[in-house]
């Protein structure tokens, strides 16, 4: 018995170690799927060679030798169903046996990893693949630099200094498709990041702010509402595949790496740009890129912001749609006004240093509009105040008490008059309880000037400027010169209020030479206070004005020092609190979906920035850390056989619609449950007697985004970088993936050292078919030659 023990204990380490003893390690990807890794290390690696494997296989029944006997073309004999995976004759022993250090995975529903609704072969998007691959290229390059040992081993997989090892990526099939992806994503990253200050566009007074619209092809929305449970069943129900309404070649999600594409596209989207670390002193010149400011706007979640600069510059409006903060900056004392729909936060916007006013949609600031550049006036007789007509709770009606509000009327870009309480609004003049109206004409501001409690009227023609003053408690306003901005100022103390109840809006709009600022000095509250989603009110304290803030979609007010734009701060989609000093509009800082700081001067730097784009530019610039040296593409996926080329009419209007129709109406509809191979049959068997190999069909979600995936790989070729060595190797005859597709994608490809090797007498399973040696025989000659060629590759690591 004690031999009979002894015996089945060798045989199990035996078996153990049938595989390489590979190093088996997990990571949760950032969907919290658990992704299962193998390492197989050396001593002193001369690189570091990333396997990955292809559609429905995995990393080992990919690169390792099936524990089988093939008895003729048609019939394989498995020798042990549970030790499948032979190292020895297997391409990862041959790459050892030349100093390379293995790596692998399983990517997510493949192999032992975890799949989404446990449905293998199966996954939401070909960018998720893409992500998997990245983070674990990132993870190898950290432990190898964190750490000379690998688990409680005592040999080094590093030379003795500690040197970044030169990685190179094999890709099979589809694996192939993502190694060429990869370095597209991480290359436009690298370009983007480079160009920052290229691109910076400054402007000089009076110039027109022009943008460079560009497209973007990897736009998918990386934030989208993923509420699936592992466990959920109900496959025609499925949240994940409800925002498939995106094209084909929005390939790339979260990483959004915007670019300005050098290929033709079928569809132009403005980019928006990121700055980093862009100061708020206005005595420096801000460096930044501007793309699309001339009347632009943006959605989905980008954030946009403005300067402008001199007097003599126009403004730019900038609209903000669905949660989209847009601000504009102003100077020489203009106030600009702001539009918003569907709950946001209204942006600033000017034009021809006109001050134009605020109106917004669904439960957001409805201020009163005017047509033919005409205000319309109210009239009071007899101690009656003129009220204004509202419809559906929209424009409220102005109230006064004891012998306070004066109505006023006015003519060609007027102003009209406002309701107050006990000798708080300064309007137009009053004797003796009466009504006395102002007018004015030529665009001019009529402002009123009061004695003692006494509200005096006061006329102006030309353009001229009658200022007033108040004493004794009473509201002053005052108006400007040239076109200006006419604010209102209060002193000893005095609040100028205005009230409204019920959605009820007290503000009115102007356009075409209109007054709409308010300023505060000596502790006065220049505020508006409201009730069920109005604006709220501001108040100051020691001549410092205090930042207001709104719940539930509500526009916080303003204030202003020193003829500057007050802050204003916001909750739940608005406009975080701008600080600003000398006629110069400071940075904006905001929360969930908001603006991006802004500065002016006489020459004018306008750029925009946004906390996803400064995420993606830090997750995807990492091409020199990874320290690529060369790529491989084992029969890629390039192009299929059985359908049109990537770029051509009918590839992109008929194939890509199709598919991505029925990806809506039933994505996890399952197609044939084998691809048309037609090499041996035996690899079938091999394929069917795998225990850990996908064998259900592939969903007709997949199978759009594998056609979108090669799209996107077509149409992003020129971001391939020109500096790293690429391979392709692919047959001939090979019955999935097109070879003339693959030749003529090399043709295309703008490379300093790249190299095609097309295979005799082979299909599709390059790596198990008969004559793979010779494969493997040419990319292990092909590597040593860069590692040969380049005997500064490996870079010492700071």
């Not at 991006?596 to 830090?618: H, L, P």
């Amino acid at each position: 018995m004690g031999e009979t023990e002894l015996d089945n204990d060798e045989l199990r380490k035996t078996v153990f170690n049938i595989d390489g003893n590979p190093k088996v390690g997990h990571f949760y990807n950032k969907d919290g799927l658990l992704l299962k890794t193998y390492r197989w290390p050396v001593k002193k690696a001369a690189g570091i060679v990333l396997l990955l494997h292809g559609l429905k296989g995995h990393a080992r029944f990919t690169y390792l030798k099936p524990n089988a006997e093939v008895i003729d073309n048609n019939e394989v004999l498995v020798i042990d169903d549970d030790n499948y995976y032979v190292y020895s004759g297997s391409w990862v022993e041959k790459f050892n046996q030349n100093e390379y250090s293995v790596y692998a995975m399983d990517l997510q529903g493949h192999g032992e990893s975890e799949a989404r609704k446990n449905l293998r072969g199966h996954f939401k998007r070909f960018n998720d693949l893409v992500d998997d691959v990245l983070q674990y290229m990132n993870q190898i390059q950290d432990e190898i630099a964190n750490d000379n040992k690998i688990d409680d081993e005592s040999y080094s997989i590093v030379p003795a200094k500690k040197q970044k090892l030169p990685m190179y990526i094999i890709g099979y099939s589809m694996g192939g498709n993502i190694a060429l992806r990869i370095l597209q994503i991480l290359n436009k990253a690298k370009v983007k990041n480079n160009s920052k200050l290229e691109d910076t566009v400054i402007y000089a007074k009076a110039d027109t702010l022009t943008g460079d619209c560009t497209n973007i092809y990897d736009s998918d929305n990386d934030n989208d509402n993923d509420n699936d449970n592992d466990d959920d069943d109900d496959d025609d129900d499925d949240d994940d595949d409800d925002d498939d309404d995106d094209v084909y070649y929005d390939v790339y999600d979260g990483d959004n790496v915007n670019d300005n594409n050098p290929t033709n596209k079928a569809t132009n989207v403005s980019e928006v740009v990121d700055i980093n670390n862009v100061s708020n002193d206005n005595t420096t010149k801000h460096y930044a890129c501007t793309y699309c400011i001339a009347n632009g706007s943006t959605c989905d979640n980008d954030s946009v912001s403005t300067t402008t600069g001199g007097s003599d510059i126009d403004n730019f409006s900038v609209s903000a749609d669905d949660s989209v903060a847009a601000s504009t900056s102003t100077e020489d004392n203009v106030v600009a006004s702001t539009s918003t729909e569907y709950n946001e936060v209204p942006s600033t916007s000017t034009e021809d240093n006109v001050v134009a006013s605020t109106s917004t949609e669904d439960n957001v600031v409805v201020s009163t509009s005017t047509e033919d550049s005409e205000v319309p006036s109210t009239s009071t007789e007899d101690n009656e105040v003129a009220s204004t007509s509202t419809e559906d709770n929209e424009v409220a009606s102005t109230s006064t008490e004891d012998n306070v509000v004066v109505s006023t009327s006015t003519e060609d870009n007027e102003v009209p008059s406002t309701s107050t309480e006990d000798n708080e609004v300064a309007s137009t003049s009053t004797e003796d309880n009466e009504v006395a109206s102002t007018s004015t004409e030529d665009n001019a501001v009529a402002s009123t000037s009061t004695d003692d409690n006494a509200i005096a009227s006061t006329s102006t023609e030309d353009i001229v400027v009658a200022s007033t003053s108040t004493e004794d408690n009473v509201v002053a306003s005052t108006s400007t010169e040239d076109i200006v901005v006419a604010s209102t100022s209060t002193e000893d103390n005095v609040v100028a209020s205005t009230s409204t109840e019920d959605n009820v809006i007290a503000s009115t709009s102007t356009e075409d030479n209109v007054v709409a600022s308010t300023s505060t000095e000596d502790n006065v509250v220049a505020s508006t206070s409201t009730d069920d989603n109005l604006i709220a009110s501001t108040s100051t304290e020691d001549n410092a004005v205090a930042s207001t803030s709104t719940e539930d979609n509500a526009v916080a007010s303003t204030s202003t020092e020193d003829n500057v734009v007050a802050s204003t701060s916001t909750d739940d989609n608005a406009v975080a609190s701008t600080s600003t000093e000398d006629n110069a509009v400071a940075s904006t800082s905001t929360d969930d979906n908001a603006i991006a700081s802004t500065s002016t001067e006489d020459i004018v730097v306008v750029g925009t920035s946004t906390d996803d784009n400064d995420k993606n530019d830090d997750k995807y610039n990492c091409l020199d850390k990874l320290n690529i040296k060369g790529c491989v593409s084992l029969a890629g996926m390039v192009s299929f056989e059985r359908i049109a080329q990537p770029g051509t009419y009918l590839f992109n209007y008929v194939y890509l619609p199709v598919t991505h129709f029925l990806s809506y109406i039933a994505p996890n509809l399952e197609t044939k449950s084998e691809l048309p191979y037609k090499g041996y049959p035996f690899i079938d068997n091999l394929c069917k007697l795998d225990k850990y190999r996908g064998n259900r069909g592939v969903t007709v979600k997949c199978v759009y985004e594998l056609i979108k995936a090669m799209g996107a790989l077509n149409d992003d070729i020129n971001y391939i970088p020109k500096d790293i060595p690429i391979l392709f190797v692919h047959a001939k005859e090979d019955s999935i993936c097109y070879y003339k597709g693959v030749e003529m994608f090399y043709d295309r490809l703008h490379s300093d050292n790249k190299e095609l090797f097309p295979v005799d007498n082979m299909d599709h399973s390059i790596t198990l078919e008969p004559g793979n040696e010779q494969v493997l025989e040419k990319i292990i000659k092909w590597l040593n030659n860069l590692k040969n060629n380049n005997k500064n590759a490996i870079e010492n690591q700071e």
